[in-house]
């Protein structure tokens, strides 16, 4: 949960939310099709519309929302913050 971490503590929470899915939906899909997706120009873009395609839906926007703070309750419990 690095993302988290390089954020300023005083960040939203929202904010940190949506780093910490960003993250986690990043490593899943470098996990899936291998780390040499990371130096894909096109990578970020790709991430961008996998969040956006979450967002466009209520009950996607909820799930993530939910996995959103579950995350960062981990970094917290972790003391990652």
């Known amino acids: ?30 996990h899936t099709w291998g780390e040499r997706l990371a130096r894909d120009p096109g990578f970020p873009a790709l991430l961008d519309g996998v969040v956006a395609g979450l967002q466009s839906d209520a009950e996607l926007a909820r799930m993530a929302e939910t996995l959103g703070v579950q995350l960062c309750e981990r970094c917290e419990e972790a003391g990652d913050r």
């Open 1 to 30: 949960m690095a993302r988290v971490r390089h954020l300023p503590p005083a960040s939203p929470a929202t904010e940190r939310r949506m780093h910490a899915l960003r993250g986690f939906l990043e490593a899943m899909l470098l």
